[in-house]
């Protein structure tokens, strides 16, 4: 797990990933630094070299917002970039929690609202746990189901992999959405075991984990490639479910009148259970 400097952490991780011709400045044939220097960074942001250097190594954690923003434009981070470095900078570190784990409970009206709702759908927590889901999201991606952890299924299963053509974008996306998620509370026990699991069991994971990607929304759509039906394209909604502790609905849909709608379709009939013949039918005469 990462040390406590939170915002030195990221400063550094962005600092790193951008390149001098980015900012218009010019690149000796002898540069061998990874990215900006500090010295270059404090430079646009219009501080001085040690205090930028103060920043990083954690000496001073809550600079001004104007001095956020100023080196949110050095490092060309986007909106999601600087409210999240606005939160690491206003953030006052406590002691570490308890491990005990807060019980997840979800709404009546959600469950019935999964059990009813025609496409694939889901609940999960801010660890990517899953809390609920209806049977029709199962038969899409059996990772889905109750007890499965989204985004370690799809770091380390292989199974669930190939269930991603897109995989390259979508772990570089979830990874970006679980660090803009969890913010600066990142002592809570539960978001370090996940984190430390993830960093042991898989490389790709390690990378983008050091890059501090940011990014509260995911991509609207993302493909599913299904053993049986085929390869679909879904749109995907999001919904905070209110009197729920950080608990979000999660629904699959397709496009009207597209392939992935029939395919869609064809999964549910697929899926759906048989019916069961009534009394009346089991008892007329000719019948077992």
């Known amino acids: 797990m990462e040390s406590r400097n939170l915002l030195g952490d990221f400063l550094r991780a962005r600092r790193e990933l951008v ?152 772990t570089a996306s979830v990874v970006a959405q679980l660090r803009a998620d969890i913010g600066a509370d990142d002592d809570d026990p539960r978001f370090q075991s996940l984190v430390g699991e993830l960093s042991m069991k898989s490389e790709r994971f390690r990378q983008l984990w050091a890059r501090h990607d940011v990014k509260v929304n995911g991509s609207p759509s993302g493909l599913i490639d299904h053993p049986v039906v085929g390869e679909l394209t879904l749109l995907r909604q999001k919904f905070s479910i209110v009197g729920a502790d950080r608990l979000t609905f999660v629904a699959y849909h397709a496009e009207p009148g597209s392939v992935s709608a029939e395919r869609l379709a064809m999964l549910a009939s697929l899926s759906a259970p048989s019916p069961i013949p009534d009394a009346t039918e089991r008892t007329r005469p000719g019948r077992e």
């Open 19 to 170: 390149q001098p011709e980015d900012v218009g400045l010019t690149v000796g044939p002898r540069r061998r630094v990874l990215g900006l220097r500090r010295e270059e960074v404090a430079m646009l942001a219009g501080i001085s070299a040690e205090y930028y250097l103060r920043l990083e190594q954690g000496r001073d954690k809550h600079p001004s917002e104007q001095v956020v923003e100023a080196l949110a434009r050095a490092l060309q981070l986007d909106h999601e970039g600087l409210t999240y470095a606005l939160t690491l900078a206003r953030s006052r570190t406590g002691p570490t929690r308890p491990a005990a784990r807060p019980t997840e409970r979800v709404p009546v009206g959600t469950r019935l609202l999964l059990e009813s709702i025609n496409v694939p759908a889901f609940v999960m927590n801010r660890y990517r746990d899953v809390v609920a889901s209806n049977p029709l999201a199962v038969a899409l991606e059996p990772s889905l189901h109750v007890g499965a952890n989204r985004i370690l299924s799809l770091f380390t299963d292989p199974q669930v992999r190939a269930y991603h053509p897109d995989w390259s974008q979508n």
